[in-house]
């Protein structure tokens, strides 16, 4: 299995790296976080360029809401359906702040990230920042969840 990258700054991400981050980073603004007020963003690169942007949706019936992630996900097989994605940036600021905060994928987005790689049959890589404020590069979902739950479970 490949292993994760790792880097102290933002500016040590190579160039698509960061271009994908601030896609990320700009989704925000859209996020819908009036009750955690931690926003989310995140931002999908596609086989043919294209960039998917997503953010949390919270709601006041909580779980009815949807993680950045899995709204960037779900939009990009949506509007793409036979075009793969090839990296997921992540994303979050709490309301008020203007520097990012850290934030890694959640166990469900993790589990639906596993889900694209499995149906498209080639990994995602992963962009996110560590309780360190360091950048992460996970080659894949099955990195972050080894013991994944797949169809071979059922």
């Known amino acids: 299995m490949n ?15 960061q271009e994908l981050v601030m896609k990320a980073r700009e989704a925000l603004a859209h996020a819908y976080a009036p009750y955690s007020n931690f926003m ?47 990296k997921v940036a992540v994303t979050a600021q709490k ?13 469900e987005c993790r589990q639906v990230l596993l889900e694209f790689e499995n149906r498209q049959q080639t990994p995602i890589e992963i962009i996110m920042q560590s309780q360190q404020y360091q950048w992460i590069k996970a080659p894949s979902a099955l990195s972050l969840l080894p013991f994944a739950f797949t169809n071979a479970s059922l």
């Open 95 to 107: 309301r008020g702040e203007t520097e990012l905060t850290p934030a890694t994928c959640c166990g």
């Open 40 to 86: 989310v963003g995140a931002a999908a690169l596609l086989d043919d360029g294209s960039v998917i942007t997503g953010m949390n949706q919270e709601n006041a019936a909580y779980p009815s809401g949807l993680c950045a992630e899995r709204v960037a996900l779900f939009s990009a097989y949506a509007l793409y359906p036979h075009v793969k994605i090839l």
């Open 3 to 17: 292993e994760f990258i790792i880097v102290n700054h933002f500016s040590d991400l190579d160039i698509g790296a």
